[in-house]
């Protein structure tokens, strides 16, 4: 059984940064596909951010490109996201997700496929 535990989310001006982590349990943490997610008030979860086992390749959303970067430590068992230019529409419920099935580079899974989930952290941005 894997646990993650995000932190870092908080409230913040529009066009400032904030830096999420999430924290995992488990010795195969360096084999897992990581992903980050975001669920706004009255919306379905949606992908944001997904990075490979070894770092080398990593997936956003169009919306967040150029603003956003996904990043891990093996390490640490750490996955972050650090999030710069914030926009009021960025205000969610920030997930990680662990899926532990084997992919190929450059391969990321469905969200449905993350096998996962941490418990989320509040992202507000204000305007």
């Known amino acids: 059984q894997v646990q993650l535990v995000e932190s870092g989310g908080g409230l913040v001006q529009a066009g400032g940064s904030l830096r999420l982590s999430c924290a995992a349990s488990g010795r195969t943490f360096s084999t897992y596909t990581m992903g980050w997610f975001r669920q706004a008030p009255g919306k379905e979860r949606e992908f944001v951010a997904a990075i490979s086992w070894s770092g080398g390749s990593t997936y956003y959303t169009d919306s967040v490109k150029g603003r956003f970067t996904i990043a891990r430590d093996n390490a640490k068992n750490t996955v972050y996201l650090q999030m710069n230019s914030l926009k009021p529409e960025d205000t969610a419920v920030y997930f990680c997700?662990?899926?532990?099935?084997?992919?190929?580079?450059?391969?990321?899974?469905?969200?449905?496929?993350?096998?996962?989930w941490g418990q989320g952290t509040q992202v507000t941005v204000s305007s």
């Open positions: 997700a662990a899926d532990e099935i084997p992919r190929a580079a450059l391969v990321f899974p469905e969200q449905y496929e993350y096998d996962y």
